[in-house]
């Protein structure tokens, strides 16, 4: 006799025993701090980055490209050699793989928002800005992978800045600080935008034309005089200024205060409206 | 705080819109505290906007709810300490694997990092989910991602429970072991809200359940009463020799003194029928008449037989809006 509305034989689970205890022998923890949350979402941005390494590759590969091509093929016409061409752009391009990492932020987030588990994330009883806070501190890994894959490369191909390695941990510092406050304009990105592939595009076509119009390939000297105001007041040419300074030894503070204050003001004013948004964005 | 108070859900006239679209329209609901409560209805019925509100992910645009004593909207992140929600896409990181999914959880309510990985351990083995525990969820089967999903919802036991279709799309053997874990935590003392399609579903875990169509709750009762209320099951019958279809339809109609029903198979047909013992004359009849039958089975009245005892039309999938007001509330 066929009774579709019956249920099927009883399937047991493995251990009903264990299922009875794990259910009851759950003491209530005090609950996580504010920082114990984010730090909790930046190490799983690190397993992301473990598990998912692909991304990584995605974002470095071009990079990689640009400083060989640049390099070889314009080098010798923009700076006379190669090898003076590559003290000029290897800051620069170390700047430019670090932001273009920043726009995985954004289509992290969207990826999150597209499958539950931001829902789970919200309903639980933690710090709001936690989950976006912890993410952009994982990403900072991802930040630090990108530009050492640019350094390393750079001293590969015979890059030797003046102020040795100090110089470049201090230019790659402020960089990833950088990053860390450009990276709350494509998480709000992210959570505005429909899918990930739109963040991708909308990213890329922000921060594209934002680092070619700065000094990170050419001096703004020879640029007509409207760009070259342009590519002055770009926070990415102070950015671009400040890491070629920091490595050659002679920085100007005001160049790496403007830097700082910019990443500063960006979080000051992306924190609490991503925050907002995350509590009502929803795929 | 009135934590003493018996009742873990009441809603009071909840209402929300997506734009021009109104998914929920004055609902109301009272669930006993230790009980499992089921929202029954068809896709777009409101029912996961119901309890996205209760579970403080969505403001409602009016009404009012407390969950265990706190105020939804005022008190948000006091239901939020007590409740989990198991929504109806998997609430789990697929990039991760189960144990990183449940250590991750732990550590968000607080335990250290040793506690979390324990407590992790314990619920993979309790939920069958060992073996797996190093592999990335995006390689699970959709059981396993359920049951992660449910453990996860658990690594510190909610007082409240919201769970979102949670057995859509399982094989019977995943759908009955998540039953189980249901059972098993309400044997534990939790509060259940459960969002189902299915009466059956509803019937086997359910104390009590609203039937909820077009934003509204259309009837109440415990599953007995609801069935009742829609009068009889069904009876399917499957004859041997096609031909005699024609024959066996009034002798069937006149034993049940019901309208039959000549399904797409051609050699089977349907009709109402409220008891065991009044299947089996009608049965009896037909072998009388030595119309031979390969099988028959009684059963449940469906979703849509509900629907159409109460409302007087089928459970609609109401998909199109449904889609309207996720798009809506992506915008808003």
């Known amino acids: ?283 | 705080m009135s934590t003493d108070s018996v009742l873990a859900i009441e809603a009071t006239g909840l209402e929300k819109s997506f734009g021009e679209t109104k998914a929920v329209c004055g609902v109301d609901l009272a669930v006993r505290r230790g009980s499992v409560y089921g929202l029954l209805g068809p896709n777009g019925a409101g029912k996961t906007t119901t309890i996205r509100m209760l579970a403080t992910l969505l403001p409602p645009d009016s009404g009012e709810a407390r969950v265990l004593g706190h105020d939804i909207v005022d008190d948000a992140d006091a239901v939020r300490r007590a409740v989990t929600l198991t929504g109806q896409l998997a609430s789990v990181d697929e990039d991760l694997t189960g144990r990183e999914n449940l250590i991750l959880i732990g550590r968000l309510f607080g335990f250290k990092r040793a506690q979390a990985k324990e407590r992790a351990a314990e619920l993979l083995e309790a939920f069958g989910l060992a073996e797996a525990a190093g592999r990335l969820v995006k390689n699970y089967s959709g059981g396993m991602r359920r049951r992660l999903d449910v453990a996860a919802s658990i690594v510190v036991r909610p007082e409240l429970m919201f769970l979102d279709e949670p057995t859509t799309g399982l094989d019977p053997r995943s759908r009955n072991q998540v039953w189980d874990i249901i059972r098993s935590l309400v044997g534990g003392g939790t509060t259940v809200l459960l969002c189902t399609q299915y009466l059956d579903e509803a019937d086997q875990l359910a104390d009590g359940i609203a039937v909820i169509d077009h934003g509204r709750v259309i009837a109440e009762g415990t599953p007995a009463q609801l069935k009742a209320s829609v009068g009889s099951g069904s009876l399917h019958i499957r004859l041997l020799d096609p031909e005699r279809r024609s024959e066996a339809e009034p002798i069937v109609a006149r034993a049940l003194d019901a309208e039959v029903h000549l399904e797409a198979d051609p050699a089977a047909l349907s009709t109402t029928c409220g008891s065991a013992d009044r299947a089996a004359e009608a049965v009896g009849e037909l072998t009388r008449s030595g119309i031979e039958v390969a099988n028959f089975s009684l059963g449940q009245p469906s979703l849509d037989e509900v629907f159409l005892a109460l409302t007087g039309h089928p459970a609609e999938e109401q998909t199109p809006e449904e889609e309207i007001a996720i798009e809506e509330e992506k915008a808003a």
């Open chain 1, 1 to 283: 006799m066929s009774t579709p509305e019956t249920t099927a034989p009883q399937a047991p689970l493995t251990d009903e025993a264990a299922l009875n205890k794990a259910i009851s022998s759950a003491p209530p923890p005090p609950g996580a701090s504010a920082i114990s949350a984010a730090l909790t979402f930046g190490w799983r941005g690190m397993l992301k980055v473990k598990h998912v390494p692909e991304q990584l590759l995605d974002v470095t590969i071009t990079p990689v490209m640009f400083v060989l091509m640049f390099t070889y093929i314009f080098g010798g016409a923009i700076a006379g050699s190669t090898g003076e061409y590559l003290d000029y752009i290897l800051p620069g391009i170390l700047v430019m793989s670090v932001l273009f990492t920043t726009v995985y932020s954004g289509i992290a987030i969207n990826t999150d928002l597209t499958k539950g588990v931001v829902d789970r994330f919200r309903s639980l009883p933690i710090w709001r800005p936690a989950p976006l806070l912890g993410a952009l501190l994982g990403d900072a890994v991802r930040y630090v992978v990108a530009g050492t894959v640019i350094v390393v490369l750079g001293v590969a191909l015979g890059f030797r800045p003046e102020a040795g390695a100090p110089g470049v941990l201090a230019a790659m510092g402020l960089v990833v600080v950088f990053a860390f406050g450009l990276s709350w304009i494509f998480t709000t990105m992210g959570l505005l935008l429909r899918s990930p592939n739109a963040v991708m595009n909308a990213g890329f076509m922000s921060v594209f034309p934002l680092t070619f119009l700065s000094n990170v390939f050419v001096e703004p000297e020879t640029l007509p005089g409207a760009l070259e105001a342009f590519v002055n007041a770009n926070p990415i040419s102070v950015l671009a200024t400040a890491s070629r300074g920091l490595m050659e030894g002679d920085a100007a503070a005001a160049d790496i205060v403007i830097v700082l204050a910019v990443a500063a003001g960006l979080t000051a004013v992306f924190l609490p409206l991503t925050t907002r948004l995350y509590a009502k964005a929803s795929a």
